[in-house]
């Protein structure tokens, strides 16, 4: 009712680029670098790229696959594909040849639009394109024979509104391919009016305003970033954009733009509050008022720091997903009320947590996590088997497990595919992750199941230790041991110099266990060659 209301009280001619174009034209849109971009030029620049898009083959509904840094051409591309109802693709920079291959592949798209930097990458994918009649497109640096640069698609084309019908809100706004940390990435499709719908919700929640400076620090080709950007911009706010995350950078660019809002993920703001004091205290950031923080699980350690060095009343945090968009939000006033929350189900949104059986758990237990509400995915690329697996009785899942208090607080408990069974035991590596966080010589943390014939499943923690840290595997074992049941201390504690993470900061359980299958079998094979 209250979402409602503020949607219905919007002036929808203060929304969109185009009006901004009209009502604050000298306003930057852009800021990168050295660069600024006003919201005319933003405007001008993605009604020329659309019809030299158009000239190139793209039409409403058809696919244009983007592998780019965050750039400027970033979101030229974006405001283009909205303007002809064509839908960009952003591919995960990280990506290899074979995973590039497969969306550009999957998502069936006409043209591929890179940045030089990843020319090896393209190169190496052309003879695994199955279209034919595939158009490359390269941005900041020279094209091969048989490409087309990008700068000749801004300079020699069309300066003027591009025609097109409008195909209306049906028409699919976004194809997001899922970050690939559990199996291969599948294309998160959503139409115009749902993504819309996305955007004022977020503002709602967070009292986002019309004059708001927002700082993007994570890549563009993810979700949460480029929702937040756009969110930004259908605001009218100027976005400051970091190539690359850096945290003195990111300090260094609230303090010169006087940013007022931001998104990060948890790793993101590990780093900033591990930063020397006399660093942190060396940046006036007194203008952010918002930081939103999701993508993965914020353990309430770390959430303590943030709250002492930003302030009690400025850190949101939202649990989500590609597919699910807002879930619960935790308000400022309730993160150290709260401990471990996640926060009170978004308006709109309607959660069961559900048993191996289907049936709804009690207050204060575990449960597969199901949503329904009006922000959720159109469904998966091409794959309505997947979109029906995840489905039960009109409620979708991502496999998050979760328990709910009687205030009605939810506090994610870990992925259901992340889940250890050791003896006939449910551990949950996130609760061991949390404590682990407590330790005054760990900087970051993550807990694994791997396979063990007697318990079917034991533990192993990989723990990166703080600088100077002296901690031994015995006392990180004894750590556990003291502050959870005995069952839930990890059998085996390997130190490294870093945890493997996703560009958007997700840490890669997957990538671990592979890493610990391949290094017991190269300890194998090692004993028997001795």
């Avoid at 503020?6 to 852009?30: T, V």
């Avoid at 993920?265 to 590990?270: C, D, G």
């Amino acid at each position: 009712m209250y979402l409602d209301n503020y949607i219905n009280g919007i002036d929808s001619k203060k929304l969109g680029i185009a009006n901004h174009a009209k009502r604050i034209p000298k306003r930057p849109a852009i800021i990168i670098n050295d660069t600024v971009i006003s919201y005319k030029n933003l405007e001008r620049t993605g009604a020329i790229l659309a019809n030299s898009l158009m000239q190139l083959g793209a039409a409403p509904g058809s696919r244009i696959s983007v592998l780019m840094p965050n750039c400027p051409e970033t979101i030229y591309i974006w405001h283009a594909c909205g303007k002809i109802f064509s839908t960009p693709v952003f591919i995960n920079y990280r990506f290899k040849e074979d995973e590039v291959a497969h969306i550009v592949n999957d998502s069936k798209s006409k043209i591929l639009i890179y940045d030089h930097q990843f020319e090896k990458v393209i190169s190496g994918i052309k003879d695994k394109i199955k279209n034919p009649e595939q158009v490359y497109v390269c941005a900041n640096g020279p094209a091969r024979l048989e490409t087309i640069e990008f700068n000749n698609l801004i300079n020699t084309g069309i300066d003027s509104q591009p025609c097109v019908e409008n195909s209306g809100y049906g028409m699919a706004s976004s194809l997001i391919y899922t970050s690939g940390t559990t199996g291969r990435p599948k294309g998160v499709v959503r139409n115009s009016e749902n993504r819309l719908n996305i955007m004022l919700l977020y503002a709602f929640i967070t009292s986002w305003g019309f004059d708001d400076i927002h700082i993007v620090a994570g890549p563009l080709c993810h979700t949460a970033p480029l929702s937040f950007a756009t969110c930004s911009f259908l605001f009218g706010n100027t976005v400051v954009i970091m190539p690359k995350f850096d945290t003195r950078n990111f300090l260094e660019l609230i303090q010169k733009h006087r940013v007022t809002t931001t998104f990060v993920v948890p790793t993101m703001l590990n780093r900033i509050c591990n930063l020397p004091e006399n660093i942190l205290k060396s940046y006036d950031i007194s203008s952010l008022r918002l930081i939103i923080v999701t993508g993965e699980a914020f353990p309430f350690a770390l959430k303590k720091k943030a709250v002492e060095i930003f302030g009690n009343d400025k850190i949101y945090e939202l649990y989500g997903g590609t597919e699910l968009s807002c879930v619960t939000f935790l308000q400022p006033e309730d993160q150290i009320k709260k401990p471990g929350s996640c926060g009170k189900a978004a308006p709109g949104v309607d959660i069961k947590l559900l048993d191996a059986d289907n049936n709804e758990v009690q207050i204060g237990e575990i449960g597969k996590i199901y949503v329904r509400s009006p922000f959720l995915l159109s469904g998966y690329y091409k794959n309505p088997e997947a979109t029906e697996a995840n489905y039960y009785n009109g409620y979708f899942t991502v496999g998050d497990m979760a328990r709910m208090d009687e205030d009605g607080y939810y506090y994610i408990a870990d992925r259901d595919v992340d889940m250890v069974i050791s003896g006939g035991v449910n551990i949950y590596p996130a609760e061991i992750e949390e404590v682990l966080l407590n330790h005054r010589g760990v900087y970051d943390a993550s807990v694994i199941g791997v396979p063990d014939q007697h318990w079917g499943e034991r533990l192993v923690a990989y723990v990166v230790p703080k600088e100077n840290s002296t901690i031994s595997e015995q006392d990180i074992i004894d750590y556990i041991k003291d502050r959870l049941a005995s069952h839930k201390k990890p059998k085996e504690v390997i130190f490294t110099d870093e945890i493997p993470s996703s560009t958007s900061g997700k840490k890669l359980k997957r990538v671990l266990r592979e890493q610990y299958a391949i290094m017991k079998r190269d300890n194998f094979a090692g004993e028997l060659i001795c």
